[in-house]
């Protein structure tokens, strides 16, 4: 076989951006992107990723939870796999690469393996997930869960705002309800997950960087509370005789702040508060709110977390207010494999850039996928850090970095998963 010369332009990153493109066209909204799991959009998008992968040398299909899945031979037909992939559904007003982005550098970098007659010693996937926004039906990454093998039967009955089940969609798309909880894949037949995502944050931009390395996806602690002081005249009771429960809740969230704030990888937040009765001449008796903490490090969070609650309940002490705190959601960050992150190391210092990392702040079908198999992520650098937003923003040189790095990441992990 006689070594094609590498591209000099960004050709790979045009690639990308027409294909992107392409897929914007398939919508339930005219006007605006918007593309929720087992709708009419989504069928065609699949459709249309399907033969974007053929194009590019995969053999395609749809499987029975609406998943695309692109496979292209290793040097020995049949082999373990090495998975790539992202999701093709979209929030409501979406832009056009929240997910799409990881799902196209696969289909371009598999074109481009092809065009150079390359094969690796394991088959490699190209994934189109269908059910990662969480917008229609509730249920959590439930194409990836398919395939990670861990679908509960259950989220089949859940319902969309107009009635229609999970189940009944699912028929209507084309797909499988009976047969979702078969998709899961055996361990042995897959060698790992990478999945490129645009950053949903600043980051990257900040420190001039194309792209990052995930240390983690963070874990997440969320809470419902509610302060409950004593309303009154905002105009007859004297400051020192309040229980203003919105004064209490301010400075409990000036705490939160600090605390968060003092590990650079932590984020926590107060991003809900109710005030009662939201009146601007009456004393607030009452404020509902919710809290939100992430970290890549589980005890890490989890300390946070107690001494926020410590110092919130002193604050209610010594204000006179009761604090009613519920922590009712806990998942655990997912780490990311330190073998394909090596190879991602290798690939993006390759292309003469630092290989930084920082942990996923929001949740990806990686999180399913590392149920399954090692799984790993590269964050894209994305305009102002924005996403679920029209104006979700990639260019063209990053774009063509991301597809140079994902070959040359299958290249590196091949070089040593022989
Ligand atoms: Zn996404």
């Given at each position: 076989?006689?070594?094609?010369?590498?591209?000099?332009?960004?050709?790979?990153?045009?690639?990308?951006?027409?294909?992107?493109?392409?897929?914007?066209?398939?919508?339930?909204?005219?006007?605006?992107?918007?593309?929720?799991?087992?709708?009419?959009?989504?069928?065609?998008?699949?459709?249309?990723?399907?033969?974007?992968?053929?194009?590019?040398?995969?053999?395609?299909?749809?499987?029975?939870?609406?998943?695309?899945?692109?496979?292209?031979?290793?040097?020995?037909?049949?082999?373990?796999?090495?998975?790539?992939?992202?999701?093709?559904?979209?929030?409501?007003?979406?832009?056009?690469?929240?997910?799409?982005?990881?799902?196209?550098?696969?289909?371009?970098?598999?074109?481009?393996?092809?065009?150079?007659?390359?094969?690796?010693?394991?088959?490699?996937?190209?994934?189109?997930?269908?059910?990662?926004?969480?917008?229609?039906?509730?249920?959590?990454?439930?194409?990836?869960?398919?395939?990670?093998?861990?679908?509960?039967?259950?989220?089949?009955?859940?319902?969309?705002?107009?009635?229609?089940?999970?189940?009944?969609?699912?028929?209507?798309?084309?797909?499988?309800?009976?047969?979702?909880?078969?998709?899961?894949?055996?361990?042995?037949?897959?060698?790992?997950?990478?999945?490129?995502?645009?950053?949903?944050?600043?980051?990257?931009?900040?420190?001039?960087?194309?792209?990052?390395?995930?240390?983690?996806?963070?874990?997440?602690?969320?809470?419902?509370?509610?302060?409950?002081?004593?309303?009154?005249?905002?105009?007859?009771?004297?400051?020192?005789?309040?229980?203003?429960?919105?004064?209490?809740?301010?400075?409990?969230?000036?705490?939160?702040?600090?605390?968060?704030?003092?590990?650079?990888?932590?984020?926590?937040?107060?991003?809900?508060?109710?005030?009662?009765?939201?009146?601007?001449?009456?004393?607030?008796?009452?404020?509902?709110?919710?809290?939100?903490?992430?970290?890549?490090?589980?005890?890490?969070?989890?300390?946070?977390?107690?001494?926020?609650?410590?110092?919130?309940?002193?604050?209610?002490?010594?204000?006179?207010?009761?604090?009613?705190?519920?922590?009712?959601?806990?998942?655990?960050?997912?780490?990311?494999?330190?073998?394909?992150?090596?190879?991602?190391?290798?690939?993006?210092?390759?292309?003469?850039?630092?290989?930084?990392?920082?942990?996923?702040?929001?949740?990806?079908?990686?999180?399913?996928?590392?149920?399954?198999?090692?799984?790993?992520?590269?964050?894209?650098?994305?305009?102002?850090?924005?996403?679920?937003?029209?104006a979700e923003s990639i260019t063209v040189d990053d774009a063509d970095v991301a597809v140079r790095v994902l070959v040359d990441a299958i290249k590196a992990f091949a070089a040593h998963n022989g």
């Amino acid at each position: 076989m006689i070594a094609m010369p590498p591209l000099p332009t960004t050709v790979l990153g045009e690639r990308l951006m027409t294909l992107a493109a392409d897929l914007n066209q398939y919508t339930d909204e005219p006007g605006r992107l918007t593309r929720l799991y087992l709708s009419p959009a989504h069928r065609a998008a699949a459709e249309a990723v399907m033969r974007m992968m053929e194009a590019a040398g995969m053999s395609a299909h749809i499987d029975a939870a609406g998943t695309v899945v692109g496979r292209y031979e290793g040097i020995e037909p049949g082999a373990p796999a090495l998975l790539v992939g992202s999701h093709i559904d979209t929030v409501v007003d979406a832009g056009s690469y929240d997910g799409m982005l990881g799902v196209l550098a696969g289909i371009v970098a598999v074109e481009e393996l092809a065009r150079r007659g390359e094969r690796m010693p394991f088959a490699i996937e190209v994934l189109a997930f269908g059910d990662e926004e969480n917008v229609r039906f509730p249920t959590n990454l439930s194409t990836s869960q398919a395939i990670a093998g861990t679908y509960d039967r259950a989220w089949l009955d859940g319902r969309d705002y107009d009635g229609m089940s999970l189940r009944e969609a699912l028929l209507a798309f084309g797909g499988d309800p009976e047969a979702v909880t078969q998709l899961g894949r055996d361990p042995s037949s897959v060698k790992g997950y990478i999945e490129f995502h645009i950053e949903q944050g600043p980051v990257l931009e900040r420190e001039n960087l194309p792209v990052g390395i995930v240390s983690a996806i963070n874990g997440i602690t969320r809470a419902r509370g509610v302060v409950t002081g004593e309303a009154g005249h905002a105009g007859t009771v004297p400051m020192a005789l309040r229980r203003d429960a919105f004064a209490a809740l301010s400075e409990m969230n000036l705490a939160v702040e600090r605390i968060g704030a003092r590990d650079p990888s932590t984020v926590a937040t107060i991003g809900m508060a109710k005030v009662a009765p939201n009146a601007s001449n009456v004393i607030p008796g009452r404020v509902d709110f919710m809290l939100d903490v992430r970290a890549p490090d589980d005890p890490v969070r989890h300390a946070i977390v107690a001494e926020m609650v410590a110092e919130m309940r002193d604050i209610a002490a010594r204000r006179h207010v009761a604090l009613d705190l519920d922590l009712y959601f806990d998942a655990p960050a997912t780490a990311m494999d330190a073998g394909l992150m090596r190879a991602l190391e290798t690939a993006v210092t390759g292309q003469g850039i630092g290989a930084r990392h920082l942990p996923s702040g929001a949740g990806h079908d990686a999180m399913a996928m590392a149920r399954l198999c090692p799984s790993a992520m590269v964050f894209v650098r994305c305009k102002g850090g924005i996403s679920h937003n029209p104006a979700e923003s990639i260019t063209v040189d990053d774009a063509d970095v991301a597809v140079r790095v994902l070959v040359d990441a299958i290249k590196a992990f091949a070089a040593h998963n022989g």
